[in-house]
């Protein structure tokens, strides 16, 4: 019998990573998000609509686990093994710039909630930044102490994390009003503002909120190099999947029905005031508040580890500088692991100002537009796998869903997010020109074909939001 390295992850800690990547600060905030662009009946409509196309990328996650065991780190080698190194390049790029800049978001959502628990002992901006700066460096430690201890605490995390989400289901079903639900005349007006709109423009404003709320369900898949087995991988993405949709819609349900609409748009702590709403008062919302850091710290933390792990495996297949490719002796991909906490920690800039911490919807937008490239790649190959291995009409109904899904969130987050996107892969083309350097390659024709295109819709759209013509 082959012996199991004790480093490696189980099913449980690869759903426990699942979760823990996806329930952060998303849910917590996602009733205020919601309510602010769609009424509570669309936003059934949008989880439904939401969910199905997560549960078909986690469907393809688990199609390609099975078929394609070989190819472990999936989000960056469906992507390479489907079209191509420079296309796999830019799966794993998009990736790992998507998810330091989650971590801004987080990390900036983590100290408002603090502050906000503190009250008038709230810490100032450049005390905020310094503690957010301990807590960064803190994770850091924690992840460089080996891969399997750092699944281990985020386990014990995601267990903390949960358990507010149940306060809010048991004890906020008592409070929900149908009539705080059913707000009336919701396909033409928005219940929060007074404001005219559309059922079709509810469920678009939706869209970008509730794939934010789902990015971390390819994470099983991101690890799988470091799964005991690749067999549990598409198992623990779909069982992560289908208890944080449970959750989700349940919670941003129940919070619509508990808090009136134009009352939820403006809470800085939505769930907080839906257990406050309860019989638990005062003590419940400081208990959301508390679920919230924890959450954020989960989430902070599952998503260095997702996030260190592209540019590794990319390295060390010639893809990304070779740089990346160095480990410590725990294994670790510790280059990697430095890099991504040096740039989260530049960015935490924007704790030190108020202006600027009211950019988190727009890195959070960015962050989900980054992200959909690679899926809509892993799309693709899924399409291309069925192809080749003549596999049945439901593998491609499934692989077919993923790629109208990518392609509609794409559209629904907006053109602009799409088009800022192109300045981070344009600035990718830097690394890439290094590793194939270093492996003495030339660039191909269609590469540099592909290059040229992306930088050129960079320049316009840097000189577009320069010039002001475009806001994000």
Same mark, same amino acid.
């Given at each position: ?9 189980? &099913? ?16 917590f ?45 999936? *989000? ?12 796999? &390049? ?17 990390? @900036? ?17 450049y ?5 957010? $700066?301990?807590? !960064?460096?803190?994770?850091? &430690?924690?992840?460089?102490n ?8 985020? $386990? *014990? ?12 289901? !048991? ?5 929900? %009003? ?27 404003g ?6 934010w ?5 390819? @994470? ?8 005991? $087995?690749? %067999? ?20 941003s ?6 808090? +009136? ?8 702590? +939505? ?10 008062g ?19 933390l ?10 590794? *495996? ?9 740089? &990346? ?13 430095? !890099? ?13 100002s108020? %202006? ?16 959909l ?57 830097? +690394?890439?020109? *290094?590793?194939m ?27 577009q ?8």
């Amino acid at each position: 019998m082959e012996a199991v390295d004790s480093r490696k992850l189980g &099913f449980g800690l690869l759903v426990a990573l699942g979760v823990g990547s996806m329930i952060g600060g998303g849910i917590f905030n996602s009733p205020t998000d919601l309510i602010g662009v769609a009424n509570p009946q669309t936003t059934i409509i949008a989880w439904i609509i939401g969910g199905i196309g997560v549960i078909s990328l986690a469907l393809i996650f688990q199609l390609l686990a099975d078929k394609r065991p070989d190819l472990t780190n999936g *989000i960056y080698n469906y992507a390479r093994a489907g079209f191509g190194e420079y296309v796999g &390049f830019n799966s794993a790029w998009g990736y790992w710039v998507s998810a330091w800049l989650g971590n801004v978001a987080f990390l @900036a959502l983590l100290f408002k909630t603090l502050n906000s628990l503190l009250g008038v002992y709230a810490l100032k901006p450049y005390m905020t930044f310094i503690a957010a $700066s301990i807590l !960064l460096w803190v994770i850091h &430690f924690i992840i460089a102490n080996g891969i399997k201890s750092a699944g281990i605490v985020n $386990s *014990i995390v995601t267990i903390a994390k949960v358990l507010p989400l149940i306060l809010i289901v !048991l004890f906020g079903v008592f409070a929900f %009003k149908g009539a705080t639900f059913s707000v009336p005349n919701w396909q033409n007006t928005l219940a929060s503002t007074g404001d005219a709109t559309s059922l079709f423009g509810q469920i678009n404003g939706a869209m970008g909120t509730i794939l934010w709320c789902f990015i971390g369900v390819e @994470a099983a898949s991101v690890m799988s190099e470091r799964a005991e $087995s690749q %067999k549990i991988v598409g198992r623990a993405t779909l069982c992560s999947l289908l208890i944080t949709l449970v959750m989700y819609m349940l919670i941003s349900t129940i919070a619509m029905g508990v808090v +009136p609409a134009d009352k939820l748009a403006g809470a800085s702590t +939505p769930l907080a005031d839906v257990l406050q709403a309860t019989v638990l008062g005062g003590a419940g919302s400081v208990i959301v508040k508390l679920g919230i850091i924890i959450s954020l710290f989960g989430a902070t933390l599952s998503w260095i580890l997702l996030a260190v792990e592209n540019p590794y *495996i990319a390295a060390k297949d010639g893809v990304m500088p070779s740089w &990346f490719a160095k480990e410590n002796d725990k294994g670790v991909p510790i280059n990697s692991l430095f !890099l991504t906490d040096l740039l989260t920690q530049i960015f935490l800039v924007a704790l030190l100002s108020e %202006k600027l911490q009211t950019a988190y919807y727009s890195i959070y937008y960015m962050a989900t537009s980054l992200v959909l490239i690679p899926y809509f790649f892993s799309a693709l190959y899924a399409a291309k796998v069925c192809r080749d291995d003549k596999l049945s009409v439901k593998s491609w109904i499934i692989a077919l869903v993923a790629i109208v899904y990518s392609v509609y969130v794409i559209y629904a987050v907006g053109v602009f997010y799409l088009g800022a996107t192109f300045i981070m892969y344009a600035i990718g083309i830097i +690394p890439y020109c *290094i590793s194939m350097k270093e492996r003495k390659r030339k660039i191909a024709k269609g590469e540099m074909v592909a290059m040229v295109i992306i930088t050129a819709i960079a320049v316009f759209m840097g000189y577009q939001i320069g010039i002001g013509a475009i806001t994000l």
